[in-house]
């Protein structure tokens, strides 16, 4: 559903509620779908042992808090479960020096999809042979910057991408070096979601080569062809956010069909089969996803069974999950300002609440587009205080001139929250932050990592210099004083009983 450009109420096209009955408890913390150090003291929420006051007030808001045992852990869990292939850390999700730095140290790889996703992780110093890099068009500046790092993989995604590759691997096998390992990006006709996939016979979309045309088969003897190209592999990524694993059987059958016809047509028995990132994460108590070792048990059986009946060698198995390591270890901080009760009116059906509560936070679409983008769905508690007020349905909107500016769009919170509160956003750790942007000028929020009762502020505060900075007319003007972003003031929190 998309929202009305007008706004929801304009366009009479949101349902009164679609939030259900209250729940029994409210404001209690799910531990599917809550960071695994979240837990209530004294009615207030504890991130990574610190009370969110505290973070509130020593950070600002609205903050980004990342539990690193968390995220660290669901890493571990991934290796773990795949012990033997090659796990890369889709990085798009989230990535800054710091979390480049934990993946590197747990032992994990790195897909960038880009150029400047590259540079950070090499800069960081990520060891480049464990660096994969995606993207449906890369320049010829990115490609040479992956060539000359050394990184373990470039995913070619089209032919104009292989000429442009080409010239670039002949000159380091001229210079001694060896050939540009390259995996093919096939699109096999699936399409995953969540619980469904459409498997079809073309791909009408922008990434890789399809399968059912015969390109990517081209595209595997034009690479084998080529002396200063290596063919590693074959590299498949169905979707994102799914919870069923039948998607993924279905493409490991199509990419292995591949594997045997490229034996077929060159020769070549390839050492690699990539089949991408996109499983899913609990952001709602309903939400059930695959553990990391139910997918790699069934994904390590279908490739087996799929080999066999070709005659083909297993090949070395990789994944790249992105959401399902940073995603459900952060959660954002808003405080609360404006709460306005809007009538719904005539549309309200018997029996369904006829005021929903707009409850305005200091942030929005600028930190969170998933809602706005994808309709996606989050949830909240208040994070302050715990209340035993009666539930009241309330829409939790950011601060932006945009009616779709929604970030939870139903739910029930305690109807006595009020400005000052503050409201805590679950699962927030991936696209959040990496899709933030400065609308209406403001500023990105900084990202917190908490462990065992320490922060340390990974990425700091963009601050209104940051951005003035940019501006032909205002960088050379005295730096403005500190943006109107907060820190959370002394009567804004705990103080309510
Ligand atoms: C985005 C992406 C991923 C990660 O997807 P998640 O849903 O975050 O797991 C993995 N591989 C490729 C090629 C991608 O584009």
């Not at 150029?115 to 950070?120: A, D, R």
């Not at 390839?270 to 139910?294: K, M, Q």
């Not at 951005?467 to 943006?483: E, G, I, M, Q, R």
Request: overall charge negative.
């Amino acid at each position: 559903m998309r929202a009305h450009p007008a706004g929801p109420l304009h366009g009479n096209i949101t349902p009164p509620t679609a939030a259900g009955a209250p729940p029994e408890e409210l404001g209690a913390l799910d531990p599917h779908v809550w960071p695994r150090s979240a837990e209530r003291i004294g009615g207030e929420l504890h991130l990574g042992g610190l009370p969110v006051t505290e973070l509130a007030r020593t950070h600002g808001t609205p903050l980004f808090v990342l539990d690193e045992g968390d995220f660290r852990s669901r890493a571990g869990d991934f290796a773990d479960a795949f012990d033997g292939a090659d796990v890369h850390y889709a990085s798009k999700a989230f990535l800054c020096g710091q979390v480049a730095r934990w993946i590197a140290d747990d032992g994990l790889h790195l897909d960038a999809c880009s150029g400047n996703e590259l540079s950070l992780a090499l800069a960081a110093g990520f060891p480049a042979e464990r660096i994969a890099l995606h993207g449906n068009n890369k320049s010829l500046v990115e490609l040479q910057l992956a060539v000359d790092a050394g990184i373990g993989h470039v995913v070619v995604d089209s032919f104009d991408e292989i000429d442009r590759l080409v010239p670039l691997g002949a000159a380091r096998v001229a210079a001694g070096g060896s050939p540009v390992p390259v995996l093919i990006r096939a699109t096999v006709g699936i399409e995953a979601h969540t619980h469904e996939f459409i498997a079809t016979a073309h791909e009408d979309q922008k990434f890789g080569f399809s399968l059912s045309t015969g390109d990517a088969l081209a595209a595997a003897r034009r690479v084998v062809s080529e002396p200063g190209l290596h063919l590693a592999g074959l590299h498949s990524h169905i979707g994102s956010q799914i919870f069923d694993t039948a998607g993924f059987e279905a493409a490991a059958h199509r990419i292995v069909g591949l594997l045997g016809a490229v034996r077929e047509a060159t020769g070549q028995t390839l050492e690699e089969l990539n089949l991408g990132g996109g499983f899913g994460i609990a952001y709602l108590s309903e939400d059930d996803p695959v553990s990391p070792s139910d997918i790699a048990a069934k994904l390590r059986t279908v490739i087996a069974s799929e080999c066999a009946e070709l005659g083909l060698p297993v090949p070395r198995l990789a994944v790249e999950p992105g959401r399902a390591i940073a995603g459900p270890g952060t959660v954002t901080l808003y405080e609360i300002g404006t709460i306005k009760p809007v009538r719904l009116g005539a549309s309200g059906a018997p029996g369904t609440p006829l005021v929903r509560n707009y409850v305005s936070v200091d942030g929005g679409m600028s930190d969170n587009i998933r809602t706005a983008l994808y309709d996606a769905s989050y949830t909240c508690v208040l994070a302050n205080r715990s209340s035993d007020a009666p539930p009241a349905l309330c829409r939790v909107v950011g601060k932006h001139c945009e009616s779709g500016d929604i970030l939870v769009r139903d739910l029930w919170l305690p109807s006595d929250v009020q400005p000052g509160d503050l409201l805590a956003v679950a699962a927030t750790g991936a696209y959040c932050w990496s899709m933030a942007s400065n609308y209406n000028y403001l500023l990105k929020p900084p990202v917190v990592a908490v462990r065992e009762g320490a922060a340390t502020e990974i990425v700091r505060r963009q601050t209104l210099s940051d951005v003035f900075a940019l501006d032909a007319v205002l960088a050379d003007l005295p730096a403005p004083s500190p943006a109107p972003s907060q820190p959370a003031p002394e009567h804004a929190v705990g103080v309510r009983s």
